[in-house]
Antibody
Framework: QVQLQESGPGLVKPSETLSLTCTVS????????WSWFRQPPGKGLEWIGY???????NYNPSLKSRVTISIDTSKNQFSLKLSSVTAADTAVYYC????????????????WGQGTLVTVSS | DIQMTQSPSSLSASVGDRVTITCRAS??????LNWYQQKPGKAPNLLIY???TLESGVPSRFSGSGSGTDFTLTISSLQPEDFATYSC?????????FGQGTKVEI
């Protein structure tokens, strides 16, 4: 059973770069797309972007200029970098696997990591 | 971006009640709609994908319906462990977007 675990600093200073890693266990990071999401305190979920194990990426246009997602299939990890952070980037950050079914063009997300709170503050 | 609007934002219910949550998309999204349950301090948990397909292991009291712009999540008989926040998510086009959530309270 695939499990995901986010890791990284819980506190980042304004204008610096937020860096998180998601470790995949119980399965391979190959042949899937892997996404990052975030949820500000008391608010809804926001998709940040994904990377497929082939290397293709797709980012939310609202964050595209500041986001980089990368993958290291040899380590079964994928990472998120968000630059020039402000207090508005304070949120719980989640990683998740994208799932698809043959014959159905849509996708869904399962499993999810437990989430990690990142606070942007000096 | 496709906007997803849920109603109500919150509701009060009792154990055994039938609960219905609505999700409306700002444009037609066919059946590309998923539902998640989220408990405080926990990650979202997939309940239903493709509008009406129950994820493996999810109790049959949960059901989803709809297509186009209007969708519903129904809990046929609310159980104590169902008190949580429920969110819809469209996968018709990126950026994938979520509803604001519906909190089901006692």
């Amino acid at each position: 059973q695939v499990q995901l675990q986010e890791s990284g600093p819980g506190l980042v200073k304004p204008s610096e770069t937020l860096s998180l890693t998601c470790t995949v266990s119980g399965g391979s990071s190959r042949s899937h797309s892997w996404s990052w999401f975030r949820q500000p305190p008391g608010k809804g979920l926001e998709w940040i972007g994904y990377m497929h194990s082939s290397g293709s990426t797709n980012y939310n246009p609202s964050l595209k200029s500041r986001v980089t997602i990368s993958i290291d299939t040899s380590k079964n990890q994928f990472s998120l970098k968000l630059s020039s952070v402000t207090a508005a980037d304070t949120a719980v950050y989640y990683c998740a696997r994208e799932k698809r079914s043959s014959g159905y063009p849509g996708c869904w997300f399962d499993p999810w990591g437990q989430g990690t709170l990142v606070t942007v503050s000096s | 971006d496709i906007q997803m609007t849920q109603s109500p934002s919150s509701l009060s219910a009792s154990v055994g009640d039938r609960v219905t949550i609505t999700c409306r998309a700002s444009q037609s999204i066919s059946s590309y709609l998923n539902w998640y349950q989220q408990k405080p301090g926990k990650a979202p948990n997939l309940l239903i994908y493709a509008a009406s397909t129950l994820e493996s292991g999810v109790p049959s009291r949960f059901s989803g319906s709809g297509s186009g712009t209007d969708f519903t999540l129904t809990i046929s008989s609310l159980q104590p462990e169902d008190f949580a926040t429920y969110s819809c998510q469209q996968s018709y086009s990126t950026p994938w977007t979520f509803g604001q959530g519906t909190k089901v309270e006692i």
